[in-house]
């Protein structure tokens, strides 16, 4: 009974990591309309990254990287932070915020694909097989659906950018699974907040003209300043309470919860398309997003028993 009771705020951290991260992705789309995306991602990013940095040197006195786990960060900044985060916060300035956020849950079906074509993993089944389907089905739905009703010229492109920075975190996650390297995990994040900001500023100079910083609007600054504090420091510390908290079943369950409460909050506030069939599509693009990680895990536990007999 004690532990039931003792695991209940695992929960509470778990609603407030899905709620809080499914919401920055209206902030960021908020944000991204009145600024040039590659800035903004910048800005946000080094504010994250000198906030976690900040915990970890002078409260926690870790030591500074090692060369070697500089240039190990170095690559993660530009697959994880420039990659992934900043195409996809520059796709939100052409397509719907739950498309975006759909598009980029169904990285672990694109893991699976990578490893099966270039790696040889053969990992996979007939329930695998069938969340990939049901994962491209949904979207599709979600696409068909979001096409529709969007009539941006940039709509195809806006699509492109979500779906080469869901690819950038499907290869980084990747890296990061084969690739272990001894360092606490969230102040690497901080590290990788850091670099990525250094890497976006140029790029947003290049591609955009940048605003200064005293003519950002005031509604932007608050987005930004939503993303820092909601996104990379509260929610961040609840999902790392709650797996701590939670079996890895459990708190896992904010990668299905977040593009959810995106496509809501977006329809609420931004008033972004909410049909039936969007409801639909995200549920069926989840659920197979769902199969597909389950069927790998369940195959490794059923390799791993077979090890051990």
């Not at 915990?55 to 420039?82: D, E, N």
């Not at 909410?274 to 199969?291: F, H, P, Q, R």
Request: hydrophobic content about 55%.
């Amino acid at each position: 009974m004690s532990q039931h009771k003792y695991n209940s705020s695992g929960y509470v951290a778990l609603a407030i990591t899905s709620i809080g991260w499914g919401t920055t992705w209206v902030s960021s789309k908020i944000a991204v309309g009145e600024m040039p995306a590659f800035q903004m991602a910048s800005i946000r990013q080094f504010l994250g990254g000198i906030s976690l940095l900040l915990f970890f040197i002078a409260f926690k006195k870790l030591p500074l990287p090692t060369l070697k786990q500089f240039l190990w960060l170095t690559i993660m900044a530009l697959l994880m932070f420039v990659g992934a985060n900043g195409l996809s916060t520059w796709s939100l300035k052409y397509i719907p915020t739950g498309l975006s956020a759909l598009i980029g849950a169904l990285y672990p079906l694109c893991v699976v694909l990578i490893e099966f074509f270039f790696f040889n993993n053969k990992n996979i089944n007939i329930l695998t097989i069938t969340g990939l389907l049901l994962g491209i089905g949904g979207v599709g739905i979600v696409f068909y659906e979001s096409a529709f009703h969007h009539r941006s010229p940039n709509f195809f492109s806006g699509v492109g950018l979500s779906a080469a920075a869901m690819l950038a975190w499907s290869i980084g996650t990747i890296v990061i699974s084969r690739n272990k390297l001894k360092i606490n995990p969230y102040y690497a994040t901080g590290w990788q907040m850091l670099i990525s900001a250094a890497i976006l500023l140029p790029m947003a100079y290049a591609t955009q003209p940048l605003i200064p910083l005293q003519d950002i609007s005031a509604r932007a600054w608050m987005a930004i300043g939503y993303l820092v504090i909601m996104g990379s420091i509260i929610s961040f510390a609840a999902f790392v309470y709650s797996m701590k908290e939670l079996p890895a079943a459990l708190f896992s369950l904010y990668a299905y919860f977040n593009p959810l409460v995106a496509i809501l909050v977006a329809g609420f506030l931004l008033h972004e398309p909410l049909t039936i069939n969007i409801l639909w599509g995200a549920i069926v693009t989840l659920l197979g997003v769902y199969l597909v990680n389950y069927s790998i895990k369940h195959k490794n536990e059923k390799d791993l028993a077979d090890e051990e007999e």
